[in-house]
C-alpha cells in the first residue's frame, strides 16, 4: 500500500513557477514508477508527465514540453513537478500517481496503469 500526498499548489501569476512535491509513504517507493495527471474544471482528467522507477526515463505531454520538469528523490519517497512558464490553460487540480513497475524504465501515461492516487492539489494560473 502506498499512500501519496501532493503539496505546493497555489494561485500564480501567468509566466510563473510553481514546483509540486508528492510525498509517498511505504519502504518500497524504489519500485514504483510515478506519475502526475490533472484535472480542470469540466474537463477529464488527462496525463502530464511519468518517470520511471530508476529515475532515468521521463515522458510529458506535449503541452508541458519545455516548461515542466518531472524528478524523484527516493531516499526521501518524494517527487517533484517542476513547473514555469504557467499559462492560465494550466489551471486545474495536479493529482500525483504511483504505479508498482517490473522493470526499472518503464513507465505509462495512462491513468488505468496507476495503482495508487493523491487527493490532488490546485494549481491556480492568473492571466
Known amino acids: 500500500q502506498v499512500h501519496l500526498v501532493e503539496s505546493g499548489g497555489g494561485l500564480v501569476q501567468a509566466g510563473g513557477s510553481l514546483r509540486l512535491s508528492c510525498s509517498a509513504s511505504?519502504?518500497?517507493?524504489?519500485?514504483?514508477?510515478m506519475g502526475w495527471f490533472r484535472q480542470a474544471p469540466g474537463k477529464e482528467r488527462e496525463f502530464v508527465a511519468a518517470?520511471?522507477?530508476?529515475?532515468?526515463?521521463?515522458h510529458y505531454a506535449d503541452f508541458v514540453k519545455g516548461r515542466f520538469t518531472l524528478s524523484r528523490d527516493d531516499a526521501k519517497n518524494m517527487v517533484f513537478l517542476q513547473m514555469n512558464s504557467l499559462k492560465p490553460e494550466d489551471t486545474a487540480v495536479y493529482y500525483c500517481?504511483?504505479?508498482?513497475?517490473?522493470?526499472?524504465?518503464?513507465?505509462?501515461?495512462?491513468?488505468?496503469?496507476?495503482?495508487?492516487w493523491g487527493q490532488g492539489t490546485q494549481v491556480t494560473v492568473s492571466s
Open positions: 500517481t504511483a504505479r508498482f513497475a517490473v522493470t526499472t524504465s518503464s513507465y505509462s501515461s495512462s491513468q488505468n496503469d496507476y495503482d495508487y
Open positions: 511505504g519502504r518500497t517507493f524504489s519500485r514504483y514508477a
Open positions: 518517470i520511471s522507477r530508476s529515475g532515468g526515463n521521463t
